[in-house]
């Protein structure tokens, strides 16, 4: 079903350049997008439909181009991907219960795990340590930027992959219910245990999914991770960046025998 009231016409923007328009399947909606550059268009192809109807739609104007990153020197192509990303998270969260999450996800027998921390923790890191540590029985959905969304009837959150997966394309266009939440802190030595204190989740969390541009964003983005919170188990490991660290997580979180 069209959303008419999002929709936006074709205009050329200053660069004169036209859009290159299809139909691209993320996080279990159609979605029309509109791009000027080979860069996105080509990274989207994979997710490329053949259905003529679509959820709603995305043509990013020179406008939100600009409020990109502003002060980066970064070229126009790069931006316009970003900027499509934003306009995607941003609908997401108006209409849809979901979200942008900055974190690491892997697929393991069925179940999404999420692994967030700051920058420089070394999610990806970990990430890398728990494929070696299981091989073909653990999977990327997204090393970077997946999208998560509630689905109220059936009580699930779910993990997405899309193009947006890290410097390393490291994703797949899969998704899965959402099982666990591990958030990273470095330590002297390996330990998980559950984390139960939504404050700490909330302080985490609040600098890994996508900020809030208005006070509803602000007020949705508060009740979606408090509904994360009451149905997806939340895991805080302080890790070295040893092997020993994705055993400790695979023991904690993957079997669910934390301390």
């Known amino acids: 079903m069209t959303d008419k009231k999002n929709e936006k016409t074709n205009n050329l923007s200053a660069c004169d350049k036209p859009y290159h328009a299809a139909v691209y399947r993320l996080a279990d909606l159609d979605i029309k997008i509109g791009c000027r550059y080979a860069y996105s268009y080509k990274m989207l192809e994979p997710y490329k439909t ?11 104007t020179d406008e939100d ?20 990303l934003k306009l995607v998270s941003n609908k997401l969260i108006d209409c849809y219960d979901g979200f942008l999450f900055h974190c690491s996800s892997l697929l393991y027998e069925g ?89 700490r989740v909330l302080s985490c969390l609040g600098n890994q999914i996508l900020y809030p541009e208005n006070e509803e964003q602000a007020e949705k983005f508060l009740e979606l991770v408090n509904l994360l919170f009451e149905n997806v188990p939340f895991y805080l490991l302080k890790c070295t960046k040893n092997i020993s660290a994705a055993e400790e997580t695979y023991r904690g979180v993957l079997r669910g025998e934390e301390k």
């Open 50 to 60: 053949e259905t003529e109807k679509f959820d709603f739609e995305v043509y990013p």
């Open 111 to 199: 179940g999404g795990y999420a692994f967030a921390a700051k920058s420089g923790t070394g999610k990806s890191t970990h990430a890398r340590l728990l494929n070696e540590l299981l091989g073909d029985k653990i999977s990327y959905i997204n090393d970077d930027k997946p999208f998560v969304r509630y689905f109220k009837d059936e009580g699930v959150f779910k993990i997405y992959g899309n193009p947006w997966n890290g410097k390393h394309n490291l994703g797949e266009n899969v998704s899965a219910p959402l099982k666990g939440v591990v958030i990273l802190t470095r330590g002297e030595k390996d330990e998980v245990k559950r984390e139960k204190d939504l404050f």
């Open 65 to 84: 181009i600009a409020t990109v990153d502003p002060e980066s020197d970064a070229p126009v192509w790069y931006k316009e991907n970003l900027a499509i």
